[in-house]
């Protein structure tokens, strides 16, 4: 799994790689220099085709310093170079130091002022070859400005921008906003926002198309939404040795699934010629009153999409017709709260090959719900708890402290805070300084405090188990899929998660996994889906990755 790394984390493996010997500080400086120039000219290789203009801004740590290497790089190419520093030259780091002297034996540095980068646009423009013209068959070629380019390069912060900024900066900031045009690459981090939380501790950020980090991501950079106008993320490998025993995150990927074919076809999950369907295991899937079964509905056609050998609804009487006729695949019975009718929770669980329980889309909050919540909590069967539970789970103490480690919580923003208030705030307060309380730290908590493994949704989804264990499921940069905000589509979520429970997966895999599934349907699908889609998505999904 890729690990992405907080500020501190990096910090230390690189202190340990510079202590060791193997590599100095310096020369990761300009591994990492060099690198922001490759990924320019791999992102646009027109760039590197002539030579061009660069405006640099550099800031008072080492992340200028990486902007001192890039600037004397592209100098180097032929290119045009203005380097603009937010601080006391005296002041810089030592190694930012060096590549400032460095920069300085080939051209000047100026103060990042209020008003310094109006006047470099100007110049800039005023340098710029128009090649608005007809061409041969007489269409008007509309490109402008397309002989010098100018790339505007932010070197200010990276991962040690610990406050906001000061009046003149947010000044300058904010006439960068009004030049940020095709070609503006961050180095390292956006700055003004967290490489721990994504969140916007500077007061304002710089906005870019390209962002470039080193080694390996970091946890800011998957969290939140802040960077939404990086177009393309790329990293470049300083090839150092280093491993780490914190708590890293992870982020999930293809191959952390074991989705490969002996991944998938492994441990009892094997679809084989030997199997039935109760090897596959059997779901049972909550379904609300009268007009409000469309959302269990939903579940259960993903967990019987995702693998689940069997799927039944329990459904209340007053639901059954409604249900009965809108279902074939999936199975029906009736179950009520246990309070004297037939067929109540605790006699339909007597039947032990039900392994995996789904309780909330569409339950209702009222006595039913919670009766059946209770139940279910008490077999200790591995359950999905999503919607409706969570907020019964958010009103009755007693409830939520019957939570045990075979759960799997599913909520959004509203249901967090429902359930974990006192995180939420923390979560939820703004970030005055760096680094600054995350989602990934918010999820950690409320995992460990409810015992089970935690799925907090959204575009950067965080699966907490409570031992630690933590990864982000990502649908942003390439794999963004906005159109996966559609009613219903975590009714969906739930049912494959419970499927996977239900094929064996443990909740940590199954929610990891499900989640990944969850946005790969989205995606092969693009705009227009709606949540009935997803679960019939997944035929083809699983097609193109070799299942
Ligand atoms: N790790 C690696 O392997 C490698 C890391 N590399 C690069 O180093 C970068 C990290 O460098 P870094 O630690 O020097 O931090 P950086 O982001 O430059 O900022 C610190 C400076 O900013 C200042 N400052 C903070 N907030 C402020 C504010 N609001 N307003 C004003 N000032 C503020 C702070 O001042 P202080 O708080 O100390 O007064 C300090 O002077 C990393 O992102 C990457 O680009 C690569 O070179 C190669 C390998
Ligand atoms: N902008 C987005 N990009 C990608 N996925 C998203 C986005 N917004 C929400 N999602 C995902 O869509 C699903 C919505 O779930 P939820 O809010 O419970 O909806 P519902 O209750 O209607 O089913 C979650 O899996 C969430 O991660
Ligand atoms: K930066």
Redesign the pocket.
């Known amino acids: 799994m890729t690990e992405l790394l907080t500020a501190a984390q990096m910090r230390a493996i690189e202190e340990a790689a510079i202590a060791s010997g193997e590599v100095t500080g310096l020369e990761l400086m300009e591994r990492a220099g060099r690198g922001v120039v490759e990924a320019i000219f791999e992102e646009w290789p027109e760039l590197a085709q002539t030579s061009h203009r660069a405006v640099v801004l550099c800031g008072p740590g080492n992340n200028g310093g990486d902007g001192f290497v890039v600037a004397r790089l592209l100098k180097e190419w032929g290119w045009e170079v203005e380097v603009f520093l937010y601080g006391d030259p005296e002041k810089l780091p030592p190694d930012a130091k060096v590549n400032y002297e460095r920069w300085g034996e080939k051209g000047e540095v100026a103060p990042l002022i209020p008003g310094s980068l109006d006047q470099s646009v100007d110049r800039g423009l005023e340098n710029a070859i128009y090649k608005d013209q007809y061409d041969a068959s007489g269409t008007w070629e509309s490109e402008t400005n397309i002989g010098q380019q100018t790339i505007f390069i932010d070197a200010l912060f990276g991962t040690g921008l610990k406050r906001r900024f000061e009046e003149d900066l947010l000044d300058v900031l904010k006439e960068w906003g009004d030049y940020c045009y095709e070609y503006a690459v961050a180095v390292d981090m956006p700055s003004g926002l967290c490489s721990d939380s994504g969140k916007c501790i500077g007061g304002h950020w710089v906005f870019s198309k390209l962002l470039v980090t080193f080694e390996t991501p970091k946890v800011g950079h998957f969290l939140g939404h802040n960077m939404y106008d990086i177009k393309s993320f790329k990293t470049v490998d300083l090839n150092f040795h280093w491993n780490t025993d914190a708590d890293t995150v992870g982020l999930l990927g293809y191959t952390d699934l074991q989705l490969d074919k002996d991944g998938w076809f492994d441990n009892g999950m094997q679809k084989t010629l030997r199997t039935h369907k109760y090897s596959h295991g059997h779901a049972l899937i909550f379904a609300g009153g009268p007009g409000k079964t469309g959302a269990a509905r939903l579940a259960a056609r993903g967990a019987l999409r995702i693998g689940a050998g069997l799927v039944t609804l329990g459904v209340p009487p007053s639901a059954q017709m409604e249900v009965a006729s809108q279902v074939t695949a999936i199975m029906l019975r009736r179950v009520t709260d246990g309070s004297g009718e037939v067929d109540g929770l605790d006699v339909t669980l007597r039947d032990d090959r039900i392994n995996a329980l789904c309780i909330g889309p569409g339950l209702g909050i009222g006595a039913r719900g919670e009766a059946l919540v209770k139940t279910t909590l008490e077999g200790k069967r591995a359950t999905v708890l999503d ?1 409706d539970a969570l907020t019964l789970l958010a009103q009755d103490k007693a409830l939520f402290d019957c939570l045990h480690k075979n759960c799997v919580l599913t909520p ?1 923003g509203g249901e967090f805070a429902r359930l974990f208030p006192d995180i939420a705030e923390k979560l939820n307060a703004p970030a005055t300084k760096g680094p600054a309380y995350s989602k990934v730290d918010a999820t950690r908590e409320a995992a460990k405090r409810a015992g089970c493994v935690v799925l907090f ?3 950067d ?1 965080v699966i907490a188990h409570p031992d630690g264990r933590c990864s982000i499921n990502s ?1 942003q940069y390439e794999r963004a ?2 159109w ?2 559609t ?5 969906v ?1 739930a049912g494959f998660i419970t499927g996977l429970l239900a094929r064996g997966f443990d909740p940590m895999r199954a929610a990891e996994t499900a989640a990944w599934l ?2 790969e349907c989205a995606r092969s699908l693009g705009p227009g889906l709606i ?1 009935e889609d997803l679960p019939e998505e997944l035929p083809k999904v699983f097609r193109d990755l070799g299942l």
Do not use: E, I, Q
């Open positions: 919607a959004h949704k959204g575009p989804t649908a899929a906005p996966l905000a009613a219903g589509s975590g009714d979520l969850h946005v949540a």
